[in-house]
């Protein structure tokens, strides 16, 4: 756990606020043996997408590993520990072949599993090749994403199909995928603090999103059956808009569509974007996303299906003084310094979310190290996990009073969501 | 204590002198809770200049503490902890308000004195907001520069008047800042090194200053009131020039014109230049000066009022030719080592000046630690510190022997030095 | 010792084979008092080519030691110690003299043995300059490289002479020096390592040096009297060529022209090149070079006699892309860690020389360890040692099986190196 800072009740106490606590190291830390990097390797994560392979390996590195991702011209996809088993050199400079890679150094040839189909040099009665292999990771591809499993071979968990993507009328696309220079849980947190949408993304630097976004919402944490969601009500007009973002076990989040305006009346829509949050290393964070894209015409607006970048992730310019005249996530995430101090926040009604998002983490973490399984873990591949990101706008007379009217929207805001998780709306074509 | 290295007295001997001793961290490291950087926010320090500051913040470190500065459009300037007391998002990245700054993520609002005046998104009966406090250090703003304060807030100093800026018939005028990669230690001491002078700036690169520094002075080292001050003594041809520059308490330093040549006899004039030596961090130093300018033409040459920089004191060009061809105070000082190792040194009698400088610093550590006001603090708001930097010329004829002659301008330069303690001629207007 | 990975015996095993052991330190730092680094300063090392003195100084890094090197107005070499004995400034911005350099900071002006000649700002009775020495190594020129000698002054060996560098008809040429961003020693040991010849630099890019590199050749590693050689013995038509390149006592090289075919008949040829494998510091090092160049004409290729750089050695543009997919020496070294990990390593039967090599460094730091000279010290200025490197090719019917093929190459390339050590060819001509 992280120390804490004096709690400082007067003015001009700088001198007596300067020593900075370390970090939560439980919840942040993610390379191999750390108790978060270990509770993170029990589920798929994605690395790549489909179409960044091609006759070139690509250097990766992940949770705090340094990998090899290619495909071969057989198709097949490796992920492969990134120095070669034999003298180390590095299979960023292998020849990628019909089956396998090759190190430069000395010609090693490496099946996507990590066996050795060949060690030119050795004799050829030498029967190192079918003894030794080189550290490999499963791969899975879908939806143009390249996910790997980086935990206990013998806890590998059925790869997730989440009810979202096989909406009907709907396709899945391969979306941007950035880097920021801090901690994981920082970036990943964000998503379940929907104060910010209202500040940040708004009255800051004007709209990033629709004006409505402007209004601070009344606004619950549930706890889902695969991770948590927030909930947000606004009063727009006659209407009262709901609006739902889902954090997913441990560190996939679905977006509803930054479009919604609340205006029209509609039932649940479903989210824009699912998006993993992959720690790159402790201090290094990559984003990668799938966008869900409507098949009929003037559902997605057209900036997000041709793959324009979400507003705000990432510096509008290399200019320190367009930064500051217009932050976005990316400002305010990486300032909190490249791994967050939790012993130096204050947390307020606004950081519930956060809260909520943090205990699910640490008891994700708690199972791992008792050795029991973590929530979130895809129970078949064919069944598909129930999730809940959407808006929906449903017509709703004004409260009588500012107390009532905060009591309607509130009760709306919670029988919408009591409702989805007894019947997933993403699952009911299925019946 | 530092370590020393051993005394090397064979030739070619390299290979016994080979381990680089630790610094003296007791009179370098200027962190919170080190013995100097504690002995160094008990007084007021500059940290930025007045027109610095527009409608953005400005990042500050100094002393190894992060801090945000602004202005804001209430004309109040704070100086707060860079980041927010509630996520930790940076300040640097907030709005600078009517009162006040605002965080970019969430919206609190801070004033100057560290108090929170808003908290958006938490309710309106939260009472956080009136029990918490941003850290924060206090403000003055003088001649164009930004002073803080960032030592213990019960031993907060009057804020000091020099005598030399209050000189009638010179006006102060913001001048320069510029950083030095190197501790400050080293680029402080220089200017208690006389013998530079008539090295650095004269013989290697061909006159910086007047072709008659390039003489080597008789030197006398004095501790004054107020710090201590070089007495340099020079024959110029029926006159005996004698400059003085000091080294006020802790880290000022005020530099008698460079314009000098002492072929005119003439009494006292004052300095040129008032200058901090202010840390940034253990390896980093910012300088921040204010010149002193007459107000009468023809005084102070165009060059200095109209902003030149000082020879010497940043690098020529980026072309490392033409720095070793013309190297300066930042080459000699800041390849001293980014924090310059005392158990390597050989000090010898041009030195003198430079033990005499650390020693008072040590001094000044020694009181804080034991918990005694530290030399130098200011006694009052309004009562002038005497200081003594200048050039005085006076007649005289020359020794008869080269000894007397030696003596002769020593004994001019103490004479002088003993008049102006006993009656500062800075202060002799307000009589 | 470095700990040892575990063998990884499993498809996927990636999770089992994540922690990365550390270096071998005993074979790989060298700094001053590491095992290496004294083995390594036991010998003359060069660290600078005579036309690179100008009238400038020169700073130099080397085993950890920073050091400046000059050549003053009359001529003399000196190689101190970078920073200045009295304050700490660097030498590198002092001013070459007449005799010796001068610091630009008080004007100390230091011999090449590292005496102290002035103290400008000193007393004229000032003793400090007769008892003080600047930190100096010995320096030696030769064929325009300038060497130095680090190790205790009481162990210095001769200058060595070795019988390549003397051969008629042959002059040495300065050639390229370059750094790479990695350990000494996987630098060094890639000469012992044949097999990725034919295999970087054939079969991989193309072929670098010519075709016949291509085919793995039979390799046998041999101890010599000077350090160790590689014999790799290739069938061309109706030739067996067989080819020597040298490993000297500790850092030294002598490569074969990699111009020979192997089609015509011809006896031992030498070396086409001389290289130092200079540590600058743990993970930084610099190759030096002298090529041998026949002064007959078509003997030694023009590119390599105008300063051609070797193929391989440097990235072949600041591309990744294109260094990928021409990877070279460069990469294939480099990219084994900044500091290669043995503890991860499968040695196999091409690594043999590897083994030898690391093997005979290993004696070498015992022998100084146990104060004892490591093998390879010049015993005379005068005899010149004995080195092997070169192709000699000769005509030999194929035989009749495989395996009477190989005893046959293999026994021609065994035959040679017993007589060359018997007879050094290099030396025939001085009987």
Redesign the interface.
């Known amino acids: 756990m992280s120390t804490r800072a004096p709690?400082?009740?007067?003015?001009?106490?700088?001198?007596?606020?300067?020593?900075v606590p370390k970090e939560n190291e439980e919840l942040t830390h993610v390379g191999?043996?750390t108790p978060c990097g270990e509770y993170l390797?029990r589920f798929w994560q994605p690395v790549a997408y489909s179409d960044e392979l091609t006759d070139?390996?690509k250097k990766l590195r992940i949770m705090g590993?340094d990998?090899v991702i290619y495909r071969d011209f057989g198709g097949n996809v490796g992920?492969?520990?990134l120095?070669c088993?034999?003298?180390?050199?590095?299979l960023?400079?292998g020849?990628v072949s019909q089956c396998g890679i090759r190190c430069?150094?000395?010609?090693w040839l490496f099946d996507r599993?990590?066996?050795i189909l060949e060690?030119?040099?050795?004799?050829a009665d030498?029967t190192?090749k079918d003894?030794?292999?080189?550290?490999?990771?499963?791969i899975h591809e879908s939806n143009g994403l390249i996910f790997t499993y980086?935990?206990?071979?013998e806890n590998r968990p059925h790869f997730p199909l989440y009810d979202s993507m096989i909406r009907p009328g709907y396709k899945m696309m391969p979306g941007q995928s950035y880097i920021l220079p801090c901690n994981w849980l920082q970036v990943a947190e964000n998503s379940m603090?929907p104060?910010?949408t209202?500040?940040?993304h708004t009255?800051?630097t004007g709209s990033q999103f629709t004006d409505e976004f402007g209004v601070?919402p009344e606004l619950e944490y549930v706890e889902t059956p695969s991770g948590m969601v927030y909930v947000a009500g606004r009063r727009v007009g006659n209407n009262v808009w709901i609006r739902m973002v889902d954090n997913v076990h441990p560190n996939m989040q679905q977006v509803a569509p930054v479009w919604e305006n609340g205006r029209d009346v509609h039932p649940f829509d479903g989210p824009m974007m699912t998006r993993w949050i992959v720690p790159i290393d402790d201090e290094k964070t990559m984003l990668i996303e799938l966008r869900h894209i409507s098949e009929e015409d003037e559902v997605t607006p057209a900036w997000w299906a041709d793959g324009t970048m979400l507003p705000a992730q990432v510096p509008i310019s290399d200019s320190l003084?367009e930064?500051?005249?217009q932050?976005g996530d990316y400002?305010?995430?990486t300032?909190?310094?490249s791994i967050?101090?939790h012993g130096?926040?204050?947390?307020?009604?606004?950081?519930r979310g956060v809260i909520v998002y943090r205990r699910q983490i640490r008891q994700g973490i708690q199972a791992v190290k008792e050795g029991r399984d973590p929530l979130g873990l895809s129970p078949s591949a064919d069944i598909p996990i129930p999730t809940f990101s959407n808006d929906e706008v449903v017509e709703a007379r004004r409260g009588a009073t500012p107390v009532e009217e905060v009591k309607l929207i509130k009760d709306i805001g919670h029988r919408l969501i009591e409702e989805y998780i007894e019947d997933p709306p993403n699952l009911r074509h299925l019946k």
Chains 1, 2, 3 share one sequence.
């Open positions: 709690f400082m009740n007067t003015e001009y106490s700088g001198y007596y606020h300067r020593d191999p043996n390797r070139l390996p590993e990998l992920l492969l520990e120095h088993a034999h003298r180390g050199t590095s960023e400079y020849l430069c150094y000395h010609g599993n990590g066996a060690t030119p040099g050795e004799p030498s190192l003894r030794l292999f080189q550290g490999a990771y499963p980086m935990g206990p071979p603090d104060v910010h209202s500040f940040l009255i800051v601070i003084e930064q500051q005249r932050p400002e305010a995430q300032s909190q310094r967050a101090v130096l926040e204050h947390l307020g009604a606004t950081d």
